[in-house]
């Protein structure tokens, strides 16, 4: 749907009175921007304005006040603000509350950029936010009123801490990343990332003093945890210092992002498609490993760090994500006094860096063929730490109050 009209200019006024009949800022200006909004708002597809040069026209003809010859005028710049910079692109709501402003918006094929169209006709200035659906890197301003015609100012893109995307970034547990590299002002940490396992990054000339910020590809100290949210960085980085934090009570499956080193009075094992034990005496990156420890254990490294995936053929399968597990899969535990993997019996999640086994059985409980492991005990179930996750595999507060269903510790809960 389209409209081609020839909107033409105080066409109701006296004919025997030329001057009525002359360009008025204050009668067209809004009129005309209003008619060409409307069409926005109604989902037009097309605006085709009739003659191109003339007084009512996009360039003047010299007559009726509308400029010299050729000249673009006021209606002219108001075109442009729509033909130029939303063309191609898809209107979204706007809401400018009670302000007296008026406009469009419209979102970018890409859904990287807003612009928005906006009047005010009144003489007041009118001091607006614009709660955009990203973390704005830059902007910039063009303005026509009566004395200038599409002028161009830089919008500031300094940090504001209660900015709608950072309170998303940091109660969204899929959100894992967070681009600050074009914005200023920033502080040297943020709060909200301590315990997150989500990383920032930051603009170059950043002081940066907190844990898990990136200035280019290098983070001078990144600290992740068994008990944090997802960790998926966009793309790979440098950290002068890594720490990944779990509790293992007799042990545990793990995966890690990086090299480490095995913490004094731990051991680490491959396992073999034998499920033979293999002692090691460094973590590779993106290995599953079984340690054996008991109590908090600390994991430190340094270099490359980066996301990673197991392959759907390997026979253990580790995750940074929190991923759902089903009744054919099989986690590590401990039964008779022996360690060995137990059939799934029904759905739950998979957290953070643990790791997972498809075995070609249908065995319910399958032991590890081998004596080396030495701890033989492990901490009552009662005693261990209780893990809630909603049925998108985020991980909430161990007593959820939202109605739903939840899986708490492998098992299907039901709040009311």
Same mark, same amino acid.
């Given at each position: ?68 010859? %050729? ?95 950072? +309170? ?41 003093? $907190? ?90 490294? +340094? ?14 399968? %580790? ?17 008779? $006094? ?53 049925? +998108? ?24």
């Amino acid at each position: 749907m389209h409209s081609m009209t020839e909107y033409l200019i105080n066409w109701n006024e006296n004919k025997a009175d030329a001057e009525k009949r002359n360009y008025d800022f204050s009668k067209d200006f809004f009129d005309f921007f209003r008619a060409i909004n409307t069409c926005m708002l109604s989902d037009f597809n097309a605006w085709v304005h009739y003659a191109a040069k003339r007084y009512y026209a996009l360039l003047g003809d010299g007559t009726t006040g509308a400029g010299s010859s %050729g000249s673009i005028t006021k209606r002219g710049y108001i075109m442009a603000h729509f033909a130029k910079f939303v063309t191609g692109m898809t209107r979204i709501d706007i809401d400018f509350g009670a302000t007296p402003l008026e406009g469009s918006a419209f979102l970018s094929q890409t859904g990287d950029t807003v612009v928005a169209v906006v009047a005010n006709a009144t003489d007041e200035e009118a001091p607006v936010t614009l709660d955009l659906p990203f973390y704005t890197q830059k902007g910039e301003l063009l303005s026509t009123t009566k004395t200038k015609s599409m002028t161009a100012a830089t919008l500031s893109g300094d940090y504001v801490e209660d900015d709608s995307y950072v +309170q998303e970034f940091t109660t969204d547990a899929l959100c894992t990343s967070l681009d600050m590299s074009a914005c200023s002002s920033c502080p040297s940490s943020f709060p909200w990332l301590q315990g997150t396992n989500r990383v920032v990054w930051m603009p170059d000339d950043t002081n940066v003093g $907190g844990a898990n910020l990136i200035v280019g590809d290098q983070c001078r100290q990144l600290e992740l945890s068994t008990n944090g949210s997802a960790f998926r960085p966009v793309r790979s980085f440098q950290a002068d210092k890594i720490t990944l934090t779990t509790t293992v009570n007799g042990c545990r499956l793990l995966m890690l992002p990086f090299n480490a080193v095995i913490p004094e009075g731990a051991k680490a094992y491959t396992i073999g498609d034998d499920l033979t034990l293999t002692q090691m005496r460094s973590i590779p990156a993106h290995t599953p490993v079984l340690i054996e420890a008991e109590g908090e254990v600390v994991f430190t490294g +340094q270099g490359e760090v980066g996301y990673f995936t197991s392959p759907l053929t390997d026979m253990f399968r %580790g995750t940074y994500t929190p991923i759902p597990l089903y009744t054919s899969d099989y986690l590590l535990d401990y039964q008779n $006094g022996q360690w060995g993997f137990r059939r799934l019996d029904a759905p739950t999640t998979l957290g953070v860096f643990d790791v997972y086994a498809a075995l070609n059985s249908q065995a319910a409980f399958v032991p590890i063929a081998s004596d080396a492991l030495s701890i033989s005990t492990i901490t009552s179930e009662s005693e261990m730490p209780v893990k809630v996750f909603d049925l +998108q595999g985020r991980q909430i507060s161990a007593q959820p109050q939202k109605p739903g269903i939840y899986i708490k510790s492998g098992k299907k809960i039901v709040v009311k």
